[in-house]
C-alpha cells in the first residue's frame, strides 16, 4: 500500500497547465483557443513524458517523490532455511520505472524474475518497503536438488536507499533473509 498525499501533485499540475496556457496565449500570436489548447496539451504531454522517463530520478526530485528511485545493481547475501544450504552471494538488477518495476536476482545456482512488485510506504508509521513476488528457475544441473520454485519477499529500505533487508518464503517451505546494498 502505497499512501500518496495526490492534492500537491494535482496543484502542480493545474497550475503548470495554466501557465503554458499564458505562455502560449500571450507569446504566439494567431492561435485559436483551439490551437492554444493543443499546443498546451503537446507541450503537457512532452513535459510529462521526459519526467516520467529521467527527470524524477535525479535525487534532488526524490523529496517530491511518493518513493525512492532504487534502480541499479545490488549485490548481498541471501541465507536460507534450506537443508545443508551456506550464505549465498547474490546479484540483483533493479529496473525501476516511474509506472512499473521489477527486479532480477542471480546466483551462481538459479534466478529468480519478480512477477509482482509493489512499494509499501507509509511515512507516518514509518514503513518503507518493497513487496514482490518471483519465480526461481534454477540452472538445468541444479533441479536433482532444488526444483523451479516461487516465493514472496518484504524487504525494508533504509533512510538512503542504499541498502535493503527483509526476508523471503517460497511454495517449498522455506524461508531465509536477503540483505542488498546498492553498487556505486
Not at 28 to 47: L, P, R
Not at 122 to 130: A, K
Request: proline letters at 3%; hydrophobic letters at 40%.
Amino acid at each position: 500500500m502505497l499512501r500518496i498525499n495526490y492534492k500537491p501533485w494535482i496543484y502542480i499540475s493545474v497550475f503548470l497547465v495554466i501557465l503554458i496556457y499564458i505562455f502560449i496565449d500571450n507569446y504566439f500570436d494567431g492561435g485559436s483557443i483551439f490551437a492554444n489548447i493543443s499546443k498546451t496539451s503537446t507541450i503537457c504531454g512532452i513535459v510529462f513524458l521526459v519526467f516520467t522517463k529521467w527527470l524524477w530520478k535525479f535525487k534532488w526530485l526524490a523529496k517530491l517523490m511518493p518513493f525512492p528511485y532504487l534502480g541499479g545493481k545490488w549485490n548481498g547475501e541471501l541465507n536460507s532455511t534450506y537443508p545443508g544450504c551456506k550464505p549465498i552471494n547474490i546479484s540483483v538488477t533493479l529496473k525501476h520505472g516511474f509506472f512499473h518495476s521489477y527486479l532480477i536476482m542471480n546466483t551462481k545456482e538459479s534466478k529468480s524474475l519478480s512477477k509482482s512488485f509493489v512499494f509499501n510506504i507509509d511515512e507516518e508509521l514509518g514503513i518503507r518497503q518493497i513487496i514482490y513476488t518471483y519465480q526461481n528457475t534454477p540452472n538445468a544441473i541444479e533441479r536433482e536438488h532444488s526444483n523451479i520454485h516461487w516465493g514472496s519477499a518484504v524487504l525494508d529500505i533504509n533512510d538512503d536507499g542504499d541498502k535493503l533487508e527483509g526476508n523471503y518464503w517460497t511454495d517449498r517451505g522455506t524461508t531465509g533473509t536477503i540483505i542488498l546494498k546498492k553498487e556505486r
